[in-house]
């Protein structure tokens, strides 16, 4: 006998019987399918963020080493804090950092006194600098730091000219370097770098400085090179997962000072 069909051969209705057992059925079947998106869903969506993860935490701490190594380079070695790390012993969890963005430097062929427009052959070498770095040729004179007010371009095949915050007195072979200086920090998970944000969710970021010896150091004059350590994480907690229920991604990266080879 067919579902439907009555025994005297007429067409019947389901039976209620018949139609639990088909709810039973259907629902059983709409929920594997409801689990098995669900769980889909989820794996994918761990995998895109264990993806993000691993990619902010390599090209946080690749960007990091790229920054430590311009330090020093094409700046004056003479004892001014080209890096500051945060006070307190190691590891520091900020520092600022100076670097010459373009290798900007002038000599100084003719003494100055007093004033606040240098002439420089090429601005475009200062580009990205906030300030300039004084380098006197008389050891005696400590090198000091100022501000960048403005450029000016000259004529063509004319000198252009910085025009600085506060006026300086300059002699012959002094020389001016392209300054720009910033704090690598963070604020709560967002890696920023004077105060723009680099990378979104790194919770741990480490700086260790080292003198020739492999001690440990806490000013540029006995810095040698640095160890960065930087840790990345899922930006949405797990909760399969115990302890903070991140996914959390470690790197580490040793630098050597390029001016301190």
């Known amino acids: 006998m067919y579902p439907g069909i009555s025994k005297d051969g007429k067409q019947g209705g389901f039976s209620l019987l018949e139609m639990l ?18 769980d889909s869903y989820r794996n994918y ?22 920054l430590m190594q311009q330090a020093g380079s094409g700046l004056p070695d003479s004892g001014y804090a080209v890096i500051m790390p945060a006070a307190g012993s190691p ?28 002439a420089v052959d090429d601005t475009t070498s200062f580009g990205y600098a906030t300030d300039v770095l004084v ?11 100022k501000s960048i007010s403005s450029f000016i371009a000259g004529p063509p095949n004319a000198p252009d000219t910085i025009v600085l915050g506060s006026a300086v007195t300059l ?19 967002d890696l920023t770098i004077g105060g723009t944000v680099l ?14 010896d492999k001690t ?11 160890n960065i350590k930087v840790s990345a994480r899922t930006p949405r907690a797990d909760t399969r997962i115990t ?11 040793g630098v050597l000072f390029r001016n301190k080879i």
């Open 21 to 38: 057992v088909a709810i039973a059925v259907s629902g059983i079947l709409l929920l594997i399918v409801v689990r098995f998106y669900k």
């Open 45 to 66: 969506s761990l995998q895109e963020q264990i993806a993000d993860r691993n990619q902010n935490a390599y090209f946080t701490i690749k960007h990091l080493t790229e």
């Open 91 to 118: 590891p520091h969890a900020s520092v600022v950092i100076g670097t010459n963005p373009r290798g900007g430097s002038q000599v100084i062929s003719q003494k100055v006194t007093s004033v606040t427009k240098i």
């Open 135 to 145: 380098d006197y040729l008389n050891p005696a004179t400590a090198t000091v730091k």
């Open 171 to 189: 002699d012959t072979g002094d020389v001016l370097y392209a300054y720009k200086q910033d704090t690598i920090a963070l604020s709560g998970t």
């Open 199 to 212: 990378a979104e969710n790194v919770d741990t970021l480490e700086f260790r400085f080292y003198k020739t």
């Open 216 to 226: 440990a150091a806490t000013t540029w004059g006995t810095m040698r090179s640095a």
């Open 243 to 253: 302890g903070d229920q991140y996914r959390h991604l470690t790197l580490k990266m």
